[in-house]
C-alpha cells in the first residue's frame, strides 16, 4: 500500500548538506536569531570536506607582500580558462581573508610565522604563497571548527536523512522531503528557503576520491528537477594521483602536497616523463597537464603493473616525509602496508571535483527559484574549467556565509508562507513508485554506470565514445522502474540505491551531453578529436530539464565581457611558470 505518513519540521532556513559550506550557512543564519536546521546524508564529522587537505588560499600577503586579492582573481581567472564567473572570482578573492581570519580565531589553528600572523605556503599555478594550512588535514580543522561553533549555537542538525525532493509551489520553494536512512521514515521540513550544499557527482566514475555514499549527483538532481538549470558539466576535474589497490579504496586520493615537497613521477622505464608534457613546472603543473600526463603514460603502454604510475617521495628523509605528509605515509601502511619512505607509491588519476554545478547568482548564491539557494562544490561558476588547489575550502567559507545572508534577507521580508498539499504528495508518491520487487538491483546498475563514466566521459574522450556511453546510460533510465526495493525495520539500503542511482543518471546524461556538444580541449575537458582550444568555445553551456518531456536540453551562453578594470588586472598577470616549491592540491 502506498505510504503518505510522515512527521513535519519547521524553520526559517533548511539546510541540506552538513558540510563546510552548509555549517558556514547555518551558522550565519542562527547568528541572525533564526531558525535553522540542517541535514547531512552522512554523519555530521564525516563529511566530504574532510578530504581537502592542503590548504585554503586568501591573499593576506604574509609571506609574500607582493600578492593581493587582484592577484588571487587573475590566478582564478586565467587558469580556469576564462570561463569562470568573474563576481563570482571577485567577491572570493576580495572576501576569503575576512573568512580565513575568522575560522582560525575560532579554533582552526592554521599554522603561524614567528610573528603571529597565518603562515602561507605555495600552491601551483598561483603567482604568490597565499593558502593558509594546518598540516595536510586543513579541511578537518575547518570541518570540526565549524561543527563546534555550530553546537555551541544550539544548532540542530540531523544526520542520516536523505533528502528526495524540493517541495516546489507556482516556483516557489518551501521545504523539502526526506527519509531517515536507518528507518525509512519520512519527514516534511517546511521552510522559508532552502540551500543546496550537497557536493558535487564524481563518485560516478569508477576511480574517485570520494567515498561511498557521497557525490552521487543528488543535489544537481533535486535542483535540476526543481526547475534549475545546470552548468559547465563537462568541466570535471580529474586528480592526477588516486590510490590503485586495493580496490575497495580505489581512487582513493594522494595528496599533491607529496609532489610539491618533491615527489617524482616514473613511468615503468624509469623515465621522470613529467619533462615531455611541461618541462618547466614539470610535476608541478596544473593538476589537468598532470592527470594528462599520467592518463597518456598508461594508456601508451609505460604503466606500473597495476596501471598506473609510479609516485615516489624515497629520496627524501623519513623524518621529512612524517613532517610534511604524515596522513599519507599511514594511509599507505594502513592500507598496502608500503613505506613510501623506502618504495614508490603507484597512483593513477581519479575523479576529484565537480567545477560546474547549479547556475546561482554570484551575490546571493539564489537560484532562479524563488527560496532555493545554493553553495559549495555544488554550485557552478567559480573555476571555469580548471580548479586551483586551495579555492574550494575559500569558496565553501565565502559564499556559505552568503547564502546564508541571503536566506536570512529572504525569510525577513516574506509576508506569508506558501504551502501545497499536491507538492508533499507528489514527494511521497516519488518514493512509493521504487518500493516494489523488481528484476534489477540497484548497486550493480550503479557500477555499470560509474564504468561507462570511466570508460566513455574519462580524461580524454571523443565523439564515438560519448555517444556510445550516452546510450548506455539512456538503457539504464528505461530499467530503474524494474529495480527492487524492500525496506524493513533493520534498514532501508534500497531506498538508498535507486535515489543514488537516480541522481546520478541524470549528473551523467547532463554531463556527457555538455562534453559532446563542446567542441574543443580546455582546462579539465579534454577531448582526442578536438584536440585545440577553440575561441568560439569560450562560453557555458547550461543544461535545463524539459518538465513535459522530462528530457535534458542544452543550450549555449555567451561570457560578458570583463569589465575595464578586472580586464586590466589580468592584462597585467601572465600565467605561472615560476614553480619552485609551489602545491598543487
Known amino acids: 500500500m502506498a505510504n503518505y505518513n510522515h512527521t513535519t519540521q519547521i524553520s526559517n532556513v533548511l539546510v541540506i548538506g552538513c558540510g563546510g559550506a552548509?555549517?558556514?550557512?547555518?551558522?550565519?543564519?542562527?547568528?541572525?536569531?533564526?531558525?535553522?536546521?540542517?541535514?547531512?546524508?552522512?554523519?555530521?564529522?564525516?563529511?566530504?570536506?574532510?578530504?581537502?587537505?592542503?590548504?585554503?588560499?586568501?591573499?593576506?600577503?604574509?609571506?609574500?607582500?607582493?600578492?593581493?586579492?587582484?592577484?588571487?582573481?587573475?590566478?582564478?581567472?586565467?587558469?580556469?580558462?576564462?570561463?569562470?564567473?568573474?563576481?563570482?572570482?571577485?567577491?572570493?578573492?576580495?572576501?576569503?581573508?575576512?573568512?580565513?581570519?575568522?575560522?582560525?580565531?575560532?579554533?582552526?589553528?592554521?599554522?603561524?610565522?614567528?610573528?603571529?600572523?597565518?603562515?602561507?605556503?605555495?600552491?601551483?599555478?598561483?603567482?604568490?604563497?597565499?593558502?593558509?594550512?594546518?598540516?595536510?588535514?586543513?579541511?578537518?580543522?575547518?570541518?570540526?571548527?565549524?561543527l563546534k561553533k555550530a553546537e555551541s549555537l544550539n544548532i540542530p542538525i540531523h544526520d542520516n536523512q536523505y533528502v528526495t525532493e524540493i517541495l516546489i509551489r507556482d516556483e516557489i520553494c518551501f521545504g523539502a522531503m526526506s527519509f531517515d536512512t536507518s528507518t525509512a521514515e519520512r519527514t516534511?521540513?517546511?521552510?522559508?528557503?532552502?540551500?543546496?550544499?550537497?557536493?558535487?557527482?564524481?563518485?560516478?566514475?569508477?576511480?574517485?576520491?570520494?567515498?561511498?555514499?557521497?557525490?552521487?549527483?543528488?543535489?544537481?538532481?533535486?535542483?535540476?528537477?526543481?526547475?534549475?538549470?545546470?552548468?559547465?558539466?563537462?568541466?570535471?576535474?580529474?586528480h592526477p594521483s588516486g590510490m590503485l589497490s586495493p580496490e575497495e579504496i580505489a581512487g582513493t586520493l594522494v595528496t599533491e602536497a607529496v609532489r610539491g615537497e618533491?615527489?617524482?613521477?616514473?613511468?615503468?622505464?624509469?623515465?621522470?616523463?613529467?619533462?615531455?608534457?611541461?618541462?618547466?613546472?614539470?610535476?608541478?603543473?596544473?593538476?589537468?597537464?598532470?592527470?594528462?600526463?599520467?592518463?597518456?603514460?598508461?594508456?601508451?603502454?609505460?604503466?606500473?603493473?597495476?596501471?598506473?604510475?609510479?609516485?615516489?617521495?624515497?629520496?627524501?628523509?623519513?623524518?621529512?616525509?612524517?613532517?610534511?605528509?604524515?596522513?599519507?605515509?599511514?594511509?599507505?601502511?594502513?592500507?598496502?602496508?608500503?613505506?613510501?619512505?623506502?618504495?614508490?607509491?603507484?597512483?593513477?588519476?581519479?575523479?576529484?571535483?565537480?567545477?560546474?554545478?547549479?547556475?546561482?547568482?554570484?551575490?546571493?548564491?539564489?537560484?532562479?527559484?524563488?527560496?532555493?539557494?545554493?553553495?559549495g562544490e555544488v554550485a557552478g561558476g567559480l573555476h571555469g574549467a580548471n580548479r586551483l588547489g586551495g579555492n574550494s575550502l575559500a569558496e565553501i567559507l565565502v559564499f556559505g556565509k552568503r547564502a546564508g545572508i541571503a536566506t536570512i534577507n529572504y525569510s525577513n521580508q516574506l509576508k506569508s508562507q506558501v504551502r501545497s498539499n499536491s507538492s508533499i504528495k507528489n514527494a511521497h508518491d516519488h518514493i512509493n513508485k521504487f518500493i516494489n520487487k523488481g528484476s534489477e538491483l540497484a548497486k550493480p546498475l550503479q557500477n555499470e554506470l560509474s564504468s561507462i563514466m570511466w570508460n566513455h566521459?574519462?580524461?580524454?574522450?571523443?565523439?564515438?565514445?560519448?555517444?556510445?556511453?550516452?546510450?548506455?546510460?539512456?538503457?539504464?533510465?528505461?530499467?530503474?522502474?524494474?529495480?527492487?526495493?524492500?525496506?524493513?525495520?533493520?534498514?532501508?539500503?534500497?531506498?538508498?540505491?535507486?535515489?543514488?542511482?537516480?541522481?546520478?543518471?541524470?549528473?551523467?546524461?547532463?554531463?556527457?551531453l555538455s562534453a559532446l556538444t563542446r567542441q574543443e580541449s580546455r582546462g579539465s575537458h579534454q577531448r582526442s578529436d578536438y584536440k585545440e582550444l577553440n575561441t568560439g568555445e569560450k562560453c557555458n553551456y547550461h543544461v535545463k530539464l524539459n518538465k513535459q518531456t522530462l528530457d535534458l536540453e542544452i543550450s549555449k551562453r555567451s561570457i560578458s565581457p570583463l569589465r575595464t578594470d578586472l580586464q586590466n588586472i589580468v592584462n597585467k598577470t601572465s600565467k605561472v611558470i615560476n614553480i619552485k616549491n609551489k602545491l598543487l592540491e
Open 22 to 146: 552548509g555549517l558556514r550557512a547555518a551558522i550565519e543564519v542562527k547568528l541572525a536569531g533564526l531558525q535553522v536546521s540542517v541535514l547531512g546524508k552522512r554523519a555530521k564529522t564525516d563529511s566530504h570536506t574532510v578530504l581537502a587537505a592542503g590548504g585554503i588560499n586568501a591573499a593576506f600577503g604574509n609571506v609574500d607582500q607582493e600578492d593581493s586579492w587582484e592577484r588571487h582573481f587573475a590566478d582564478t581567472y586565467i587558469e580556469g580558462y576564462e570561463l569562470g564567473d568573474a563576481s563570482q572570482i571577485e567577491i572570493m578573492a576580495k572576501e576569503s581573508p575576512s573568512l580565513v581570519q575568522e575560522i582560525d580565531q575560532w579554533g582552526a589553528n592554521f599554522a603561524k610565522l614567528k610573528n603571529g600572523l597565518l603562515d602561507q605556503r605555495f600552491f601551483g599555478a598561483h603567482s604568490y604563497r597565499r593558502t593558509c594550512y594546518s598540516g595536510d588535514f586543513t579541511g578537518l580543522s575547518i570541518l570540526k571548527t565549524l
Open 457 to 512: 566521459c574519462g580524461v580524454i574522450k571523443d565523439k564515438k565514445l560519448l555517444k556510445s556511453g550516452l546510450k548506455k546510460i539512456i538503457d539504464i533510465k528505461n530499467i530503474i522502474k524494474d529495480v527492487d526495493v524492500r525496506i524493513n525495520y533493520q534498514n532501508c539500503d534500497d531506498l538508498v540505491q535507486v535515489f543514488d542511482l537516480e541522481a546520478s543518471l541524470v549528473s551523467a546524461e547532463a554531463t556527457i
Open 188 to 238: 516534511v521540513h517546511l521552510a522559508d528557503a532552502v540551500i543546496l550544499c550537497t557536493g558535487g557527482h564524481t563518485k560516478i566514475w569508477k576511480r574517485s576520491s570520494s567515498r561511498k555514499k557521497e557525490n552521487t549527483g543528488d543535489g544537481l538532481y533535486l535542483s535540476i528537477k526543481a526547475g534549475c538549470e545546470l552548468r559547465d558539466m563537462e568541466m570535471v576535474q580529474f
Open 262 to 375: 618533491g615527489g617524482k613521477l616514473i613511468n615503468n622505464q624509469g623515465e621522470r616523463f613529467m619533462v615531455n608534457y611541461d618541462k618547466e613546472r614539470m610535476e608541478l603543473s596544473t593538476r589537468d597537464r598532470v592527470a594528462i600526463a599520467n592518463y597518456t603514460e598508461i594508456a601508451e603502454g609505460r604503466g606500473t603493473p597495476n596501471g598506473g604510475v609510479y609516485l615516489d617521495i624515497s629520496h627524501m628523509s623519513k623524518d621529512f616525509i612524517m613532517q610534511k605528509i604524515p596522513s599519507i605515509y599511514r594511509q599507505f601502511l594502513d592500507a598496502q602496508m608500503l613505506d613510501i619512505s623506502k618504495e614508490p607509491m603507484e597512483v593513477a588519476p581519479t575523479a576529484h571535483y565537480s567545477m560546474g554545478g547549479i547556475v546561482i547568482s554570484p551575490e546571493e548564491h539564489c537560484t532562479s527559484v524563488r527560496g532555493l539557494y545554493a553553495a
